[in-house]
């Protein structure tokens, strides 16, 4: 038992034994060895203050006794170490390092200088504690915490309250895991950093469903950088004005998308609260959503330089004034539900959750890609498309509002949709055209701003009440087109640079369906049958009656003579007539046009 401090400039060796502190402090420059039993009945610190050189740190077992260090060494540990609190303090320089041993802090952890820097093992820090004074809490106000493997957790997964203060100090984590029960406070009192090129930290990684009313990862002033790596966080308040993330605008965020930060849940289904994030106008790099049954906000507009990944709950888009762009979407589970202002996604967006919109716009610079497990609520509001549509296998993709725009510049962007599903109102802006690898159903309005639908050997299907505005010689349906009328319709057809609408009109007001093609071709047979002289070398539709039982009565837009090719022929309309081919012959439908 030692009577009072004790100093020395050499080793300190416990051999065997028990050496009682009795509440003094001991201060040893050189290298502290423990095979023995190092103990105290009240508070006292073991203090490691030498300066130069590499020394090492021996284990030792009671909550009564404080790890400090100070000065130039640099420290290793050697054994397990169980201490009251662990504090690097504002004279201290270099490195302390645990590399495979376990440490396990019962009241504060503090550094104010120097580096705590942990390549394998564990820091446990056990108290539930949010406090910033730094011999009660977990504080880094100097220097740097460096996790480069191992474990470090501050309060354990029992605790709600326990938080880590940076303020002044750097968080650098390239490897390993960091816990933090509660949440992660940067500069409420003085600039903090974080830099994080690997590994994982987890915030909130207390797993009961009740919560602090305070944001969980909560960035006032200083920087982050954020550039591999993964950040879990697990849940926030109850209250919407406390958020899952929230950086303030003056900080600085160098974001990479190869750095992921999930909104989870570690509470087996329990979470009862939405999630809120608001990065302060700042990038952030891949975004997942797993929260089952609950919603993700973004607070304020944002850009996600990754992929926004949709495992369970619901993304939503609810506010006029906010867009969220983002890289690329994957969704496997859950919904995206768009009311209000925009998600703009710069390239593939695959879809195989639930898509709801009811307002704003839901934009896609690359391929929309909707599965067999794609369901849709699309009752408003806009997709727009550059890329291509792969709905194919979209069986349950059957909207009954809002209007897809196809804006992209590439030559022939692809549309495919499921034989069951329907598009409602489409328009065209693509002077390079658009083409169909299937067949396509519009039940609302279609329209023509630049470029052509070229259905190939497929049909593009209208509704019965469908309507068609804009087409002409270089914007039409260059193909197949098809619609139920009961009252004359205007075909939109031509071959991709000719326009050739044609009036379709039932002889009496009962639904059938016609199908058009314009072909600026012969047909493969001229023949002409009785009271025919020829028939146009130049041109011809297909016209068919696919169900109902109405004859119809046709007519075009009569211009000039050369557009329907009659310029070498008698051009006389008494003597031009609708004909048709039987299977063998052109007969005379003794009606002119």
């Known amino acids: 038992s030692i009577g009072a401090q004790i100093h020395t400039e050499w080793d300190w060796i416990i051999t065997a034994r028990t050496l009682e502190m009795a509440g003094n402090n001991i201060n040893c420059a050189g290298n502290f060895i423990n095979s023995g039993t190092l103990s105290s009945s009240a508070t006292a610190s073991l203090q490691l203050d030498g300066n130069g050189g590499t020394t090492n740190c021996g284990g030792f077992s009671d909550t009564d006794i404080n790890l400090r260090k100070q000065g130039s060494s640099q420290i290793t540990t050697t054994g397990d170490i169980t201490c009251r609190g662990f504090h690097l303090n504002g004279s201290n320089s270099n490195n302390f390092i645990i590399d495979g041993e376990t440490i396990t802090v019962d009241k504060y952890v503090t550094i104010e200088a120097g580096t705590l820097k942990i390549t394998s093992g564990a820091l446990t820090a056990t108290t539930n504690t949010g406090s910033t004074n730094i011999y009660t809490g977990y504080n880094l106000n100097g220097g740097t915490l460096d996790i480069d493997g191992g474990t470090v957790s501050f309060g354990e997964t029992s605790d709600n309250t326990a938080a880590l203060n940076i303020n002044g100090g750097t968080l650098d984590v390239s490897g390993g895991t960091l816990n933090v029960s509660d949440e992660i406070i940067v500069g409420a009192i003085a600039d903090g950093t974080i830099t994080q090129t690997g590994g994982t930290i987890n915030i909130r990684n207390y797993n009961g469903s009740d919560n602090q009313g305070t944001h969980k990862f909560d960035v006032d002033a200083g920087t982050l950088n954020l550039t591999a790596g993964t950040i879990n966080i697990n849940g926030e308040s109850g209250t919407s004005s406390h958020y899952s993330i929230d950086i303030e605008s003056g900080v600085t965020v160098n974001a990479d998308a190869n750095h992921t930060i999930v909104i989870m849940d570690n509470t087996s289904g329990t979470s009862t609260e939405n999630r809120y994030i608001d990065m302060g106008g700042k990038h952030i790099g891949r975004l997942p959503h797993d929260v089952g049954a609950k919603n993700l ?129 489409l328009t065209v802006n693509n002077s390079n055209g658009v083409a169909l690898s299937g067949g396509l159903a519009i039940n609302g309005t279609l329209t023509f701003t630049s470029g052509d639908i070229n259905t190939s050997t497929n049909t593009l299907t209208l509704g019965s009440s469908s309507s068609v505005s804009g087409a002409n010689d270089d914007k039409h349906v260059n193909g197949t087109c098809a619609r139920s009328i009961t009252s004359s319709f205007l075909f939109p057809v031509g071959d991709g640079t000719r326009y050739r609408a044609i009036s379709v009109a039932p002889e009496n007001a009962n639904a059938t369906t016609y199908s058009v093609k314009y072909n600026h071709a012969a047909h493969s047979d001229l023949t002409v049958g009785s009271g025919l002289d020829h028939v146009s070398p130049g041109y011809h539709w297909d016209i068919n009656r696919t169900s109902g039982s109405e004859n119809a009565t046709l007519s075009v837009a009569w211009t000039y003579q050369e557009q329907y090719g009659t310029t070498n022929y008698n051009h006389d309309p008494l003597v031009i007539f609708w004909s048709y081919f039987d299977g063998s012959d052109w007969r005379n439908i003794q009606s002119p046009p």
């Open 297 to 425: 906000y973004f607070v304020g507009s944002h850009n996600i330089l990754g992929s926004l990944s949709i495992l369970d709950g619901t993304v939503k888009a609810d506010d006029a004034s906010e867009t969220i762009t983002v890289a690329l979407i994957n969704q496997s589970g859950g919904f995206i539900d768009i009311s209000a202002g925009e998600i703009e996604c710069s390239g593939k967006a695959d879809i195989d959750g639930k898509l709801t919109i009811s307002g704003g716009t839901f934009d896609v610079n690359g391929e929309l890609e909707l599965s067999s497990s794609t369901t849709e609520n699309v009752s408003d509001g806009s997709i727009t498309l550059a890329g291509d549509f792969d709905a194919a296998n979209a069986n349950n993709f059957t909207i009954t509002g809002g209007t897809m725009t196809l804006d992209g510049s590439a030559s022939d962007v692809d549309l495919s949709l499921h034989s069951s599903g329907n598009l409602y109102n």
